[in-house]
Nanobody, 122 residues
Framework: QVQLAESGGGLVQAGGSLRLSCAAS????????MGWFRQAAGKEREFIAR????????DYADFAKGRFTISRDGAKNTVYLQMNSLSPEDTGVYYC???????????????WGQGTQVTVSS
């Protein structure tokens, strides 16, 4: 099993920034990709960004390009999501996820964190 724990969410004004962290533990050798997803109230969970567990090319949803940056610290088994120029539309619960394959689908990720709330005020 893999355990994921997010942190770093909170309340921020529009135009502000937040950095989310996701610490992985357990059978991390089974992870090939780490990703960030979010879910707004009443909406489906959506893909934000992805990074290979061992580092390498990243992938972003269109809405995240130019504003969000995913990165990793291998020594700490931690993945980050730096979010800039936030808007109220970015409000939601943010989740990190881990899985064996390169995918944007929720169903392709067997491991999930508990989520962290991000609220952007106007």
């Amino acid at each position: 099993q893999v355990q994921l724990a997010e942190s770093g969410g909170g309340l921020v004004q529009a135009g502000g920034s937040l950095r989310l962290s996701c610490a992985a533990s357990g059978r991390t050798f089974s992870i090939n990709f780490m990703g960030w997803f979010r879910q707004a109230a009443g909406k489906e969970r959506e893909f934000i960004a992805r990074i290979p567990w061992s580092g390498g090319a990243t992938d972003y949803a269109d809405f995240a390009k130019g504003r969000f940056t995913i990165s990793r610290d291998g020594a700490k088994n931690t993945v980050y999501l730096q979010m800039n120029s936030l808007s109220p539309e970015d409000t939601g619960v943010y989740y990190c996820a881990a899985g064996p394959i390169r995918s944007r689908y929720v169903s392709s990720h067997p491991y999930w964190g508990q989520g962290t709330q991000v609220t952007v005020s106007s």
